[in-house]
């Protein structure tokens, strides 16, 4: 037994993206001011109101026309092209020194711990000439 499924069921369009997007139906229904159950729904329609699909599309972050053309198959051609040399398409130099970093962040501490010290400097002798002065 063999199972087919149709190339333009819109629904399991967004069910994809949706899924690729790492999102949740509840968290799209949400969004859409929609239950859950209506989203599911709306995936296993496999047509859709020009102005559902636009909302859905906005709220998945795409157009409406990437969901009518969306192809897994595309998507996988389009990973397996961008990713099967990492050398040539992957930069994974730093763009600034890591130890310059590291040394603005200890000048920021001693700064502060400066700034803490003296306020605590100046409550001390407050508190001293208050002392000094009930004497």
């Known amino acids: 037994m063999t199972t087919t499924t149709k190339p333009n069921h819109i629904g399991r369009k967004i069910a994809r993206i949706r899924e690729l997007r790492g999102m949740k139906q509840e968290t799209l229904a949400e969004e859409l001011g929609i239950s859950q159950q209506s ?9 859709l109101e020009d102005e559902k699909l636009e909302k859905v599309a906005k709220v998945l ?23 099967h040399d990492q050398s040539a398409s992957l930069n994974y130099n730093c763009t ?14 001693k ?3 400066e700034r803490l010290i003296k306020v605590e400097q100046e409550k001390y ?4 000439n208050y002392t000094d002065n009930k004497k």
């Open 61 to 83: 972050g795409v157009t409406k026309e990437a969901i009518e053309n969306f192809s897994e198959d595309a998507v996988f051609n389009i990973i397996g092209n961008t990713f």
């Open 125 to 128: 002798l407050e508190l001293r």
């Open 96 to 109: 600034f020194n890591p130890l310059d970093k590291i040394m603005e962040l200890i000048d920021e501490n």
């Open 39 to 47: 989203v599911s729904h709306i995936e296993q329609s496999e047509t």
């Open 111 to 113: 700064k502060l711990y």
